[in-house]
């Protein structure tokens, strides 16, 4: 005789548990394979869709928890009634969506930054790692460049006459100034510089810290801010010529510029 076939365990059968979150009596899959914190002491009773509620509710309303020396621990409270765990950084990520954490992550990361002397971030795009950076060993380097310096002016020397004597000489003169001015090429000192280079300690990147941007190398702090700000007026300049010479489509919304046709189209 055939054995009876195997009854599949279904959801019925399998032993429930209280979410203290919804108070609802849920399957063990339903709940996360840990508790909110490492500090939790407490049974597993907070399932796994409450708690990410939990995280978004704290986040979305600012509720953060500090703790430890000057507060440089930063995170949430555990959900648990009466327990005095904290969801550090790795906590939340795992229990909240890539969009509530990213708003935790930027926080936390302003926070240290306040409440840690000498705190500095790494400036490179793919790199979240910080660190401790001293400034004691910058040092102020005055860069010399050459410069044209113009002299006071002297009298200009007299225009010849042309041959005809005619004032309406088809010839024209060069000199239009009433007075000429003599030029001189001179070393000028600029405002010294201060080099004081950060270097991560994750992935080596350095970064300038006064201009805090990544490190300009071959350039001195002042010539790379102003090349920056040449660019940024050279970008403002094109965005009002856009504005100028263009108007906004109707249905896109897109900058055109109309070259033909009825003029009353735009």
Known sequence: MAPAPKRRKTTQDQQ????YGCDVERVPSQFPDCNPSSDCQHLINTCTACLKKWVEAQVEAGSFKTEGEDGKVFGLACPHPGCRGTMRA???EEAATRKVFGRFDEIARRHIAEHTPGWRWCLAPHCKAGQIHDSSDAVAVTTTTTAVVVDDATP???IPKSKKGSSKSKKKTLIDDETT???AVKEVETKPDL???FQCHACGARAC???DRPYHDG???GQYQRRVKDRLDEEDQTLQTIRKSTRKCPACGVNIQKNGGCPYMI
């Open 181 to 183: 001015t003599k030029a």
């Open 90 to 92: 790795d906590d939340v």
């Open 209 to 211: 810290v006064p201009c």
């Open 16 to 19: 429930r548990f209280l979410c």
């Open 156 to 158: 200009p020397e007299p």
């Open 195 to 197: 080099i004081d280079i």
């Open 219 to 221: 350039e001195s702090c």
